[in-house]
């Protein structure tokens, strides 16, 4: 594939929607008010495991203002959603008596204000015959589901391979529950007009939430419309169709009003989803120089008993991270009393990377080969399991970059030897990769008779920069200055657009712009086809170059016309196109389609008496393919690393094993990092555009937050000697 030239393409410019949020101009679904709206709140479970024995819900309803409170006994039934193409719904809530966690919902009030709903919330007495919980991984009891992602891999003898090599590296790895904690509380407001819905919400996916709704309530399609224009973070969270979104629609039914449900932070951390916790054993094969020749990677991770969610496969990094000639990577899920899991930053790879790279590290003290060069020496120059040359792949310069510009080769190799002080000094690093992922998308693009351009898709931003980069791509393609380019998003009465997430959107939606753009070209180029007056008749595409606000011969740049005066001449008020992309066949292109490639180093301050662990310095040099705006790119960088600090040094989202409530569950008590965990982070990129999209990006949301945390594991075994092999690295497992 061709790539596009490149013009104001990688330039930092400023978000094109930052004036707006800076002003607090930019509609969230939380600033959503209706005439006549009424609002809900959510009664949750006090036990984890068991049915409902009876509700009384008379004192609530007769609490000041109050329209409804509805309950599993008075519920209007709901369908359980249909399949969205990656996940199946969660069961509609309110469906049964049954429960399945603690904090699951149990009833909802509706009244005039929030303040009110709040308060005769309180009032609803719910008896239950409670159950005896399955809440740990070890527990027998759990129904265990084998290869639930359709991913485990086997590649050669691993078993042979590790009973002959000459070092094996066998441990286990474990990391925690965490949650994702955007800033924006999740609020839902849903209004009926007949049959039609319109649902205002924090969703990373409008598209498959109207389809989700449409099922759910019996509907057509076509009558639902999903609106987010902006969502305050996500993180994965807002991937899926929760049961407070069904709730909010359900009581607006009911209530015959528009009704907003605004979640609380505790209900966050049980409402909608989690990064679910992990036990892994890998075990390392290898000859005395260092070359693996066997790789087992085996995880265990938590779902909830009543959930078919499909979360990421935690070992897929195994099978192509390295080359490797033997490998067998298996996953399982063992269902629990537990809120529904979901993705969360950096789904999969980054807990497998976790146990992967710390594994490596192991291997090379053991081996005395530095961990740099470790990975060199096995880095997989084609797909270990396609056989094909890479798209794009970085990572070797990646490596090397990262070594020179940390300083690495200078550090003194043997663990505790440096000191400043009673600090113990720390430098790790870790070789990193995230899976790639492109989705069918569509957008539609117009120019005006003023020479602005309106570029839509049904795509969201949930703060990346889909925007501006947007923004940036149209300019570039109708040759456009970027204030005169606007960009639409999230509402699904625009052309159709897949989820934001998976570092998949720029891919995706780029793809789709830069063939709306290359279709409009076209529409402009067939108008004038019959036009004696136009300099550009009879022009093929491939003979002009959209500059200056038009259309212009290559060969001969003088020679052409404005959007606008086209225009005018056929007396067209703008002209619209369409486009479409959707992921290209590796086979036929004889290329294996590369994710994003990474090098992380840290370095770590380790007080020796008290265990402490500070991150002094991060590096990153990443491979993400071409960089559409190199500020916006470099902050998804950062805000992905202090992600990672937080994983690695803070967050757990804590359980008690004898109730299943979460003990943790605000801000105050989940720990994530703040400015003060934060050092001077170093961000660079390389590489080549990708061939595997005409934009050739691989996008960068995910690759920011994954290898973190091994590197710092890394540094803190490089400053204390003491390998630590469970998240979050605490004082107390160092003390």
Request: glycine letters at 10%; charged letters at 20%; one cysteine or more.
């Amino acid at each position: 594939m061709t790539t596009i030239e490149r013009t104001v393409l990688g330039a930092g410019i400023d978000r094109v929607d930052g004036a707006q949020k800076v002003a607090g101009r930019a509609p969230y679904s939380s600033d959503v008010t209706y005439p006549g709206m009424v609002h809900a709140v959510l009664v949750r479970s006090a036990i984890a495991a068991g049915t409902i024995a009876g509700i009384d819900a008379s004192a609530a309803e007769g609490e000041p203002g109050v329209l409804a409170v509805i309950t599993p006994y008075n519920a209007p039934r709901v369908a359980r959603g249909p399949e969205s193409g990656f996940w199946r719904q969660p069961p509609p809530p309110l469906q049964g008596l049954e429960i399945a966690h603690h904090g699951q919902y149990v009833a909802v009030v509706v009244a005039d204000s929030r303040e009110r709903a709040t308060a005769a919330a309180r009032h609803v007495a719910v008896f239950y015959r409670p159950g005896d919980p399955v809440l740990a991984l070890d527990d027998p009891r759990a129904e265990t589901v084998r290869d639930p992602f359709g991913s485990d891999q086997t590649r050669g003898d691993s078993a042979a391979a590790l009973a002959a090599a000459d070092v094996v590296v066998d441990a286990e790895y474990t990391t925690p529950d965490e949650t994702n904690n955007p800033m924006g509380l999740f609020t839902t407001v849903a209004a009926w007009d007949g049959e039609r819905l319109t649902v205002h919400d924090a969703t990373q996916w409008p598209a498959g939430a109207r389809a989700v709704l449409a099922g759910a309530f019996g509907v057509p399609e076509e009558g639902v419309r999903v609106l987010a224009p902006f969502v305050g973070g996500g993180f994965g969270a807002g991937l899926r169709v929760w049961p407070h979104v069904i709730l909010a629609v359900m009581a607006a039914r009911v209530v015959d009003r528009p009704v907003k449900l605004g979640l609380t932070r505790p209900q966050m951390f049980t409402g909608v989803g989690h990064r679910p916790a992990t036990v892994q054993r890998i075990r390392l094969g290898a000859r005395r120089d260092g070359t693996l020749t066997a790789i087992e990677h085996e995880s265990v991770q938590p779902s909830a008993v009543n959930d078919d969610n499909i979360v990421e496969s935690v070992t897929q990094v195994s099978a192509v991270g390295y080359a490797c000639p033997n490998v067998t990577t298996r996953d399982s899920v063992r269902r629990l009393n537990v809120p529904v899991p979901t993705s969360m930053r950096g789904p999969g790879d980054a807990q497998g990377h976790f146990a992967l790279e710390c594994a490596l590290d192991e291997l090379a003290y053991e081996i005395g080969v530095d961990p740099v060069e470790l990975r060199l020496r096995n880095y997989a120059d084609v797909h270990p399991e396609l056989g094909l040359p890479w798209s794009s792949k970085a990572l070797r310069e990646c490596l090397e970059v990262g070594a020179e510009r940390f300083g690495w080769w200078d550090r003194h190799p043997t663990p505790r030897a440096t000191r400043r002080g009673d600090i113990l000094v720390g430098y790790g690093m870790a070789g990193v990769s995230f899976f790639w992922f492109q989705q069918p998308c569509a957008a539609r693009a117009t120019v005006d008779r003023e020479g602005r351009a309106f570029v839509r898709s049904a795509a969201t931003d949930i703060g990346t920069g889909t925007y501006t980069v947007m923004t940036q791509l149209a300019a570039e393609r109708l040759g456009l200055p970027v204030d005169r380019v606007r960009v639409g998003l999230g509402d699904t009465d625009l052309p159709r657009a897949p989820m934001q997430g998976g570092s998949g959107m720029t891919a995706s939606m780029g793809s789709a712009v830069h063939d709306a753009a290359a279709n409009l070209i076209q529409a402009f180029l067939d108008l004038v086809a019959g036009d004696i007056a136009a300099p550009l008749r009879g022009r093929r595409a491939e003979e002009v170059l959209a500059a200056d606000g038009g259309l212009r011969l290559r060969s001969d740049p003088a020679s052409g016309e404005s959007y606008r005066e086209i225009l005018e001449r056929h007396d067209l008020a703008e002209l619209t196109a369409d486009g479409s992309a959707a992921p290209a066949n590796p086979q036929e292109l004889g290329l294996a389609p590369a994710g994003p490639f990474a090098a992380r180093f840290a370095e770590v301050h380790v007080d020796a008496d008290l265990g402490r662990v500070r991150v002094a310095r991060l590096v990153s040099v990443v491979d993400a393919g071409r960089i559409l705006n190199v500020k916006t790119a470099r902050s998804q960088i950062i805000g992905g690393t202090v992600g990672g600090i937080g994983m690695a040094l803070l967050e757990e989202t804590v359980t008690d094993p004898a109730t299943g409530r979460i003990v943790n569950g605000t801000l105050g008590d989940y720990l994530v990092a703040v400015n003060a965990d934060v050092p001077d982070l170093d961000v660079t990129f390389v590489g080549e555009p990708d061939r595997f999209n005409p934009v050739g990006v691989k996008g960068v949301g995910e690759i920011g937050l994954v290898g973190v945390a091994p590197a710092i594991a890394n540094a803190v075994f490089h400053a204390t000697g003491r390998r630590i092999r469970s998240l979050p690295l605490t004082l107390d497992k160092l003390l």
